[in-house]
């Protein structure tokens, strides 16, 4: 079974507009961590955003802000006023157990951003 | 800090022949994580150490790959002999505190 699902292949959006980008999980353990990375087309992985299983506050970071619904198993990324340069791919990922530090990652949302 | 270093970049070879992909993490950094990046496959987790030994290894597709980690500095992927199919992005990456940092990655094509 799929660990992480991004129903969203792709998305455009506005620049200085908000995108959310869907991310549910599925995991058994109390203990887990919820990640975002962004892709650009240049290829690199670059870390945005964490979330525990055990953080009540919703983890913030710049722009970029993580809606997580526990009871629902949805860690959305909010990415506020957009710009050209958040053009990119972006996965959700997660570390289930509190030893276990290996990520199951989703198969992506591409956004575009739109001048 | 200088990140996660990758090398080569980009490796081209023919099928049959040894590949060896290598990584540098970050410093005090004491996870190291190798990722393979496909179209069909999505990013998955191949190995990981943690202070140099093999934690998990479960997703290494088949006997020809091999990892190592001599020292806390340096770790190889070697493919042998390598297949058409295992084109793909190669990502090391190694754990802060929560996050893992990766590397630029190595695109290898096999002719």
């Known amino acids: 079974a799929q660990k992480i699902t991004q129903t969203q292949p792709g998305m455009f959006v506005q620049e200085k507009e908000a995108v959310t980008l869907d991310c549910t999980y599925d995991t058994s353990d109390q203990s887990y961590g919820l990640f975002w990375y962004k892709q650009p087309s240049s290829g690199e992985m670059i870390f945005l955003i964490y979330?525990?299983?055990?953080?009540?506050q919703n983890a913030t970071e710049g722009r970029y802000s993580l809606n997580f619904q526990k009871a629902r198993k949805s860690a959305n990324l909010v990415i506020s006023a957009s710009q050209l340069g958040d053009s990119a791919m972006y996965f959700c990922?997660?570390?289930?157990?509190?030893?276990?530090?290996?990520?199951?990652f989703g198969a992506g949302t591409t956004v575009t951003v739109r001048a | 800090d200088a990140g996660v270093i990758q090398s080569p970049r980009h490796e081209v070879t023919e099928m049959g022949q040894e590949v060896t992909l290598r990584c540098k993490p970050i410093s005090g950094h004491d996870y190291l994580f190798w990722y393979r990046q496909t179209m069909m496959r999505g990013l998955e987790l191949l190995i990981y150490?943690?202070?140099?030994?093999?934690?998990?290894d479960s997703g290494m597709p088949e006997d020809r790959f091999s990892a190592k980690m001599p020292n806390a500095s340096f770790s190889t992927l070697k493919i042998q002999p390598s297949e058409p199919r295992d084109s793909a992005v190669y990502f090391c990456?190694?754990?802060?505190?929560?996050?893992?940092?990766f590397g630029p990655g190595t695109r290898l094509t096999v002719l």
């Open positions: 990456a190694s754990r802060g505190y929560h996050e893992q940092f």
């Open positions: 150490f943690n202070n140099n030994v093999p934690i998990d």
């Open positions: 979330q525990g299983s055990y953080d009540e």
């Open positions: 990922a997660m570390r289930e157990g509190y030893y276990d530090y290996k990520l199951s």
